[in-house]
């Protein structure tokens, strides 16, 4: 299974940028967003399966994960970002049904990509 994931970048704050994960797996596959800033553990973004999405409280509204099967791509559209977004974002998949939001529950990931929101 491989990962990879493109599409950060520098923003100002109130922006939007669009990562992609080009993910070669099943479609039943649940593919998740995590995202890791410097001196922190990695935390959980955002994450997708077949039957639904889930959302970590603070991109809530913000933020917007979505599949496209056909082209083995999942994106993160990520709108009115702010500096606490900043991080280097990381995407995994793993081949159960269930949407996990620890990073253990996810066995593939994907090198990262940096985002950088300036203020």
């Known amino acids: 299974v491989q990962l990879q994931a493109s599409g950060g970048g520098l923003v100002e704050a109130g922006g939007s940028l669009s990562l992609s994960c080009v993910a070669r797996?099943?479609?039943?596959?649940?593919v998740g967003w995590f995202r890791q800033a410097p001196g922190k553990e990695r935390e959980f973004v955002a994450a997708i399966n077949w039957g639904g999405t889930n959302y970590a409280d603070s991109v809530k509204g913000r933020f917007t994960i979505s599949r496209d099967n056909a082209k083995n791509t999942v994106y993160l559209q990520m709108n009115s970002l702010k500096p606490e977004d900043t991080a280097v974002y990381y995407c995994?998949?793993?081949?159960?049904?269930?949407?996990?939001?620890?990073?253990?529950?996810?066995?593939?990931w994907g090198q990262g990509t940096q985002v950088t929101v300036s203020s």
């Open positions: 995994a998949a793993r081949s159960g049904f269930s949407i996990e939001t620890t990073t253990r529950g996810y066995r593939y």
């Open positions: 797996i099943f479609s039943s596959y649940a």
